[in-house]
C-alpha cells in the first residue's frame, strides 16, 4: 500500500525531538513532521509525539507559553488523533505520577489522558541508565510499503524489543480500558535484585500510546511504524 501523505508532530520544547523526527521520516517519503511550541501547529498536524527528555523542565516551558499546555490538553483529550509518549512524555501523559496530578503540583505539569499511576525515575538516574528486551509492539494497524514489522517473520509473545531506559519511570498501575503492551520485570533504583517486580512499560488507551523506554534511540523503527499505522488509520476513519 501506498503511504497517504501525513503530517506527525513531535513536541520540540525540549529533549529528544530531532531523534523521533528522523525514525519518522525514515519510514516513508509521504510523512513528513513537524516541531510543535505553539498552539496554532496543532491544526496541522494528524497526530503528535510527546518525546524523552525532562518532563519538569518541559512541563515549565509549556506552562510559559501563552495557552500551549490548554491546547495540547485538548489535544489529547479531544481531537482524537493519535498521541505517543515516550519515556518523559509519558510521565506527561498520565494522570497520576508519583507526588502530582494532573496539573501543576511541587513544580511537574502534567498534560493527562491516560488513567495510568507513573513513577518517575523507577529504574535510577542518568548513570544507571541500561538497555533490556522488552516486548515488540503489535502489528500496524495500517501496513504501507517499507514497514519491517509488516513483513517480519518474528511473530508471537516471544518476540522481542530493545528498550532503552535512560533515567526511565515505569508505570505502577493502570486503571480500566487501558491496554498493556508490555511489561518488565525490574528492581526500583537503589535497590537490590530480590525487590524486582514486574512493572507496565507500554501501554494505549483509545489514541494515546505510551512507552516508558526509548524507541527513538534504539536501532528498529517498529515502534516508530506502529504508532504511524495508528495515525494512518485515524486519518482514513476521519
Same mark, same amino acid.
Given at each position: 500500500?501506498? &503511504?497517504?501523505?501525513i503530517?506527525?508532530?513531535?513536541?520540540a520544547?525540549?529533549?529528544?525531538f530531532?531523534?523521533?523526527?528522523?525514525?519518522? =521520516? @525514515?519510514?516513508?517519503?509521504?510523512?513528513? &513532521?513537524?516541531?510543535?511550541r505553539?498552539?496554532s501547529?496543532?491544526?496541522?498536524?494528524d497526530?503528535i509525539i510527546?518525546?524523552?527528555? =525532562?518532563?519538569t523542565?518541559?512541563?515549565?516551558i509549556?506552562?510559559?507559553? &501563552?495557552?500551549?499546555?490548554?491546547?495540547?490538553?485538548?489535544?489529547?483529550?479531544e481531537?482524537?488523533?493519535?498521541t505517543?509518549?515516550?519515556?518523559?512524555?509519558?510521565i506527561?501523559?498520565?494522570?497520576r505520577? *508519583?507526588g502530582?496530578?494532573?496539573?501543576?503540583?511541587?513544580?511537574q505539569?502534567?498534560?493527562?489522558?491516560?488513567?495510568i499511576l507513573?513513577?518517575?525515575n523507577?529504574?535510577?538516574?542518568?548513570?544507571? @541508565?541500561?538497555?533490556?528486551?522488552?516486548?515488540?509492539?503489535?502489528r500496524?494497524?495500517?501496513?504501507v510499503?517499507?514497514?519491517?514489522?509488516?513483513?517480519?517473520?518474528?511473530e508471537g509473545e516471544n518476540?522481542?524489543?530493545?528498550?532503552?531506559?535512560i533515567?526511565?519511570?515505569?508505570?505502577?498501575?493502570?486503571?480500566?480500558?487501558? =491496554?498493556?503492551l508490555?511489561?518488565?520485570?525490574?528492581?526500583p533504583?537503589a535497590?537490590d535484585e530480590t525487590?524486582?517486580?514486574?512493572?507496565?512499560?507500554?501501554?494505549k488507551?483509545g489514541?494515546?500510546?505510551?512507552?516508558?523506554?526509548?524507541p =527513538?534511540i534504539a536501532d528498529?523503527?517498529?515502534w516508530?511504524?506502529?504508532f504511524v499505522g495508528? *495515525?494512518?488509520?485515524s486519518?482514513? @476513519?476521519?
Open positions: 500500500m501506498t &503511504t497517504p501523505s503530517t506527525i508532530g513531535v513536541l520544547l525540549q529533549g529528544a530531532e531523534e523521533h523526527q528522523r525514525c519518522i =521520516e @525514515s519510514i516513508s517519503p509521504s510523512i513528513t &513532521t513537524l516541531q510543535i505553539t498552539p501547529q496543532l491544526s496541522q498536524i497526530g510527546f518525546p524523552g527528555g =525532562e518532563s523542565a518541559m512541563g515549565l509549556g506552562d510559559a507559553t &501563552t495557552g500551549l499546555w490548554g491546547a495540547l490538553r485538548t489535544f489529547v483529550r481531537s482524537g488523533k493519535p505517543w509518549g515516550t519515556c518523559a512524555g509519558m506527561l501523559l498520565a494522570e505520577c *508519583v502530582t496530578s494532573a496539573v501543576i503540583t511541587k513544580g505539569s502534567l498534560i493527562g489522558g491516560v488513567d507513573v513513577c518517575r523507577y529504574f535510577g538516574s542518568q548513570i544507571s @541508565s541500561f538497555e533490556m528486551d522488552t516486548p515488540a509492539p503489535p500496524p494497524e495500517v501496513c510499503d517499507g514497514m519491517t514489522s509488516c513483513s517480519s517473520a518474528e518476540a522481542s524489543f530493545p528498550g532503552v531506559f533515567r526511565a519511570p515505569a508505570i505502577l498501575t493502570a486503571g480500566a480500558g487501558v =491496554e498493556v508490555g511489561k518488565v520485570v525490574a528492581a533504583w535497590s525487590n524486582a517486580r514486574e512493572v507496565i512499560c507500554a501501554v488507551k489514541n494515546i500510546l505510551c512507552t516508558a523506554f526509548h =527513538e528498529d523503527l517498529r516508530h511504524e506502529y495508528m *495515525v494512518l488509520a486519518k482514513q @476513519s476521519a
